[in-house]
């Protein structure tokens, strides 16, 4: 333990792997998110709330990918941080924005299902695109707050086995009380666990009404069925196992206060699966993809664009129909 009360451990544990992962997360992720962008940006028009909902998660992820490359750096160096005690906060600002805001539009996504589905005649059903937009600047100006308790104390501290070395981490373990890093904790779990219930109740009420609908019209819930469901493997695949981690921390710092050595492998466990987290800017694009038939049905022919293209460069003789339609195709109602 450091003179600060805090436990800090080395990255040698870490290194041979975290950056490995956060590199092939970022790579995947600004190609999923890019192609995504560019579809919601010059293909899906006109907009629909749910497009406003989707390309405003796009936008989450990709303030991650623009914060993961000096995470990666950090993770190379053993946890060494050079870009100083200003970055690492806006740094740590910006992975969690990313978390409480992906949460955020993942939770109103489902909601969304749930409504159209269960409650197809309810008023939330014929907002505007305008009224949605204001609803996301609100859920951004939520999220803001909540991330920015991350802005109001430095997150720097020596490394505990080297000197020379400067740790810049949100959720070093403290053992003494303290009430910014406190109410960040609560909020770490709080930002999780209920939207989590929320997503499951409107997953469970969609199955319901799966069994009482007529057979002419399972196909439209059992498609809304298959967007809840792929938000709730983002919420378990991703932000599930850090918060699982967090607690078991807490618990384990609570019953032997003072012994860091019992804590490392816990530490270790808890950055594995923090990394885990970002793994949502990968797994989000498969949540445009089932959320709206129009995005399904730009990918799949930009999918074809391509093949063409490479047809054509290895001589074959491309067909006629061209990418170019995609733009020609109407947007439908997302269900």
Known sequence: MNKSGFCLF????LTPLLPLLLILETGVGIVGNG????????YLKPWKTSTVLLLNLALADFMLLLALPFRTSYYLRQKD?????AFCRINLFMLALNRTGSIFFLTVVALDRYFKVVHPHSQINLLSVRQMICAACGMWTLATGMASLILTESHLFPNQTQDALTQCDSFAISMYSASVSYWYYVLFLVEFFVPLLVTLFCATAV???????ELDKQTRIKRALVCLCVVV?????????????????WVTRASHEGDC?????????????????YLNSVLDPLVYFYSSPTFRRASR???SYIRRKRRASIGEKPRESGFEEISNSHSVEML
Not at 207 to 213: A, G, V, W
């Open 10 to 13: 080395d990255g040698q544990a």
């Open 35 to 42: 192609v995504a962008l560019w579809i919601f940006c010059f």
């Open 81 to 85: 941080w050079i870009f100083g005690d």
């Open 207 to 213: 199955i319901t009404r799966l069994h009482k609908r």
């Open 233 to 249: 493997v983002v919420f378990v695949v991703c932000f599930l196992p850090s918060k699982v981690t967090r607690i078991a921390i």
């Open 261 to 277: 050595e019992r804590l490392r492998n816990l530490d270790n466990a808890f950055y594995f699966t923090v990394s885990i987290t």
């Open 301 to 303: 022919r930009m999918v």
